[in-house]
């Protein structure tokens, strides 16, 4: 038997990405429930809760763009020119982002100041992620090897929907993990954070559903008639399953159980992203094969992913371990 | 007319974002080596002279780190946002080296900086020594994968070129990653990252010599520095000379630039020190120069002859000017801190190495002479091979995105605008801590006022015994000095 490579690297960078949502979604959500937390403790704790992490985090957007450059370079040459403004948006906002975790300790005449960029960056991130996500799915126009859209395809109503979602559904992770991370009144906060979020996260995630269910009948084709229907009506299912555990979670939960649902329900979600477009990296017109490096790239990268990721993963691991626990008060215990 | 403003501005955003982008890893790989050599003193020799040091530039570190990742970020999308094209065509020789920078080193440096800048208390001594090698060789072997792929595009080998226009790699992946110049890049470039730094810690101890020469940690980090300069500089003018015959081996009109030889010398090329370059009329005006010494230092021979740019069609030359000029400085700042590094041999022989003022004043003055020798040497190579971007095979006109020029005008503005800002803040905080004196019982990066990541977790951290004194110091629940008594 022989294994489709093409296949695997579709699976490895669908792995990156949604390790780079998840991971890097609680930190962005975190930024974008920064300003309902109190000035003082309250922020400087949850900032602390992902401080030693977050880096490590946002390398998974890296290995996303960098892996679909290296297995799938028409698929990075055509997405990057068509949602041009919303990926220098999406950096620009990380750019901000990153350096308010240093800054705001360096600076604390000023630090409200990068309290607000740390928002602002974390939600104009999140937002552009998600109207890059939506620019994908809604079809892409694609010439010979080139985008051959205009400047402003990237903007509809759709785009604009699957962008809140994406900000809804971060801010369920950050609240979520701070419910994990915190203890007494801020983990309160959390809870209520969490509820509000995850009710906004389901309504716009059936939202997209139900507009790539109805609005687009290849999609439609997919979801609605047989065989595909068969192993394509779990995911809606289970996603309905989850809905419900997190919901009655986080009225109860003091520890992860929040955040490990939140999880599940990105993952099914990402499933159902996979079933939408399958297997079509650029829809309409660009299949993962049409895109797809040499056989010898592929080769070669698979071999540095198979020696390479279960190391990352083991230490990882381990450095979240280090920083196991509640988030201390004031560091003194 | 409309493509070409698209083409320049591209060009221009991607000169902008990377060089910016460069000053911090230029900083970060030498500072994170240095780093790691005072947390193997300090636990070698338990001096806590050695700690401090740590600790004070461990905070620096923190900030230029931060603003490296950030910036990093762009450069990995810039390929595609801008390049397009190259992107698609180059992306199966060159995609795969990114990945496994990603794979090799960003996941190394990023697991293991929380640890470094925040872990100690919670691990041990010797298993954050490990976590600060680890970041320290993420840094090496990112330069290693990055400068490969710079490598390739000047000496583009182990190639196909497919059916569909795309460069495949061809049997070997070794014959693309060791490509003719990028043994010699490589060592330039790291041991440049090097003396950067070295610099950098020299002109900072130097700064606190002329405020109390008496301070131990200042004498430590400028002599330490001076070391550095003393050894690595003669040995980085050597890699340089390789580098560059290297260069006249596989891109011979860059060094047409590097030089001024417009003419060719069929009996020995004078080495140009001054010359205003006249692309025009194909002839550098105001010349002055030494005669054969060229010939003598690219042949070892003072009369071998030498091909000039009349050799080479008008459309397949570098700009002159921009070459000729930036590698002037870097040479020349590169001898400069030969010269620092003589002096401050001589100073340690007749024993005034810490009472010398204007070793220390001339110090102060080079300490940020390594950023402005490093971009002046990317600017002389990347320049120098234009009008190619992979070299002799794609014009960097043919790379570019389909974008329109004020969509590039627009994000080019957003770069420059946010880049000074953002990035000024964090020079102007990295001053700031380097304006404080090292002392005693240095702090080590705390998250402000409230003391260092703690924990309440059901499981105590594994070292935090209450009993052991050091430990405790470095956990932060001692009282310490704000300022040096």
Known sequence: MSIDLTVVWAFIIAFAVFAYVVMDGFDLGIGILFPTFAVGPERDRAMNSIAPVWDGNETWLVLGGGGLFAAFPLAYAVILPATYPLIIAMLLGLVFRGVAFEYRWRDPGHRRYWDAAFTGGSLVAAMAQGMTLGALLQGVEVVGRSYAGSWFDWLTPYTLLTGLGTVAGYALLGATWLVWKLDGGSQHHARQLGKKAAWATLVLMGGVSLYNVFLNADYAARWLTAPEIYWAAPVPILTAIIAVALIRALSVERHSKPFWLSIALFFFGMAGLGVTMWPYVVPPDLTIWDAAAPKRSQVFMLVGVAITMPLIIAYTAWAYWVFRGKVGHEGYH | ?485
Request: hydrophobic residues 50%; proline residues 6%.
């Open chain 2, 1 to 485: 007319m409309d493509n070409l403003d698209a083409l320049i501005l591209a060009r221009i955003q991607f000169a902008f974002t990377v060089s910016f982008h460069f000053i911090f890893p230029a900083f970060s790989i030498g500072l994170a080596s240095y780093l790691a050599v005072l947390e193997g003193l300090w636990l070698k020799t338990g001096k806590q002279l050695y700690l401090d040091l740590f600790k004070y530039w461990l905070k620096i570190f923190a900030i230029a780190f931060a603003m490296g990742v950030v910036s990093g970020i762009v450069m990995s999308y810039q390929f595609g946002t801008n390049w397009s094209v190259f992107s698609d065509l180059a992306g199966p020789v060159i995609g795969p080296l990114m990945a496994y920078e990603v794979l090799t080193a960003f996941f190394l440096e990023a697991g293991f900086l929380g640890v470094m800048l925040f872990g100690m208390e919670r691990v041990g001594r010797k298993l954050h020594f490990a976590a600060t090698i680890m970041v320290a060789l993420g840094t090496f072997i990112s330069a290693f994968w990055i400068l490969s792929v710079n490598s390739w595009m000047h000496t583009p080998t182990g190639y196909e070129i497919g059916a569909n226009g795309q460069f495949l790699p061809g049997e070997s992946w070794l014959a693309i990653i060791f490509n003719p110049s990028f043994p010699y890049r490589l060592v330039h470039t790291v041991l440049a990252a090097y003396i950067t730094t070295a610099f950098v810690v020299g002109g900072v101890g130097a700064w606190h010599l002329l405020k109390d020469r008496t301070n131990p940690h200042a004498r430590k980090m400028f002599s330490m520095a001076m070391w550095m300069a003393t050894i690595v500089v003669p040995v980085q003018i050597y890699a340089g000379d390789m580098h560059g015959l290297n260069t006249l081996e596989h891109q011979p009109q860059k060094v047409m630039a590097m030089e001024g030889h417009y003419q060719s010398y069929p009996d020995g090329a004078p080495l140009y020190l001054f010359g205003i370059p006249n692309d025009e009329e194909q002839r550098l005006d105001y010349a002055f120069g030494i005669p054969k010494l060229s010939s003598l230092i690219l042949k070892h021979d003072l009369d071998a002859p030498l091909a000039g740019l009349d050799t080479i069609p008008d459309d397949e030359q570098p700009p002159v000017a921009i070459v000729f000029w930036s590698f002037r400085i870097m040479v020349g700042l590169g001898f400069a801190m030969l010269g620092v590094g003589l002096w401050a041999l001589l100073a340690r022989w007749r024993r005034k190495l810490y009472d010398w003022r204007w070793l220390h004043k001339v110090a102060l003055v080079m300490a940020p002479s390594g950023f402005v020798a490093v971009i002046a040497g990317w600017i002389t190579t990347e320049v120098g091979r234009q009008p190619y971007v992979i070299y002799r095979l794609m014009r960097t006109a043919d790379a570019a995105s389909p974008l329109d020029a004020p969509a590039i005008a627009a994000s080019l503005l957003a770069f420059v605008v946010v880049y000074f800002a953002v990035f000024g803040a964090g020079v102007w905080y990295i001053l700031h801590l380097m304006h404080k004196p090292p002392h005693a019982h240095e702090k080590g990066v705390k998250r402000g006022d409230k003391g260092p990541i703690r924990t309440a977790g059901i499981t105590p951290g594994p070292t935090q015994d209450p009993t052991d004194a050091t430990r405790r110091d470095l956990s932060g629940t001692k009282q310490e000095p704000q300022e040096r008594p």
